[in-house]
Nanobody, 128 residues
Framework: VQLQASGGGLVQAGGSLRLSCAYS????????MGWFRQAPGKEREFVAG??????????YYADSVKGRFTISRDNAKNTVYLQMNSLKPEDTAVYYC????????????????????WGQGTLVTVSS
């Protein structure tokens, strides 16, 4: 399974960016796709997750981004997006997408250890 994250860049505080994560190599009937971020000197932290098992999406967020970030998916394109609005300097980090199949589906996974596949990361820099 390969994940390719893209869409990072430099933006001013209050601005917006949309990250994309395209996955390939295997079809999952049940999966969770998560976005994480890691700022310099800090641990990798959960940002948002989307759970899918053939029906409606189940979406969940870290409290720090709730109301500002939106995760969504396009199964036809095997792509998950992270729309980031009202960006703050503290959102500056390398953002990673990650995927796990059914193994952790029912637990709303929020830790890096729960995910099996990772993208390479894309840098988001928010200037004040």
């Amino acid at each position: 399974v390969q994940l390719q994250a893209s869409g990072g860049g430099l933006v001013q505080a209050g601005g917006s960016l949309r990250l994309s994560c395209a996955y390939s190599g295997r079809t999952f009937s049940t999966y969770v796709m998560g976005w994480f971020r890691q700022a310099p000197g800090k641990e990798r932290e959960f940002v948002a997750g989307i759970r899918w098992s053939g029906g409606d999406d189940n979406i969940y967020y870290a409290d720090s981004v709730k109301g500002r970030f939106t995760i969504s998916r396009d199964n036809a394109k095997n792509t998950v997006y992270l729309q980031m609005n009202s960006l703050k300097p503290e959102d500056t980090a390398v953002y990673y997408c990650a995927l796990v199949g059914a193994r952790w589906y029912y637990t709303y996974p929020r830790t890096p250890e729960q995910y099996d596949y990772w993208g390479q990361g894309t840098l988001v820099t928010v200037s004040s």
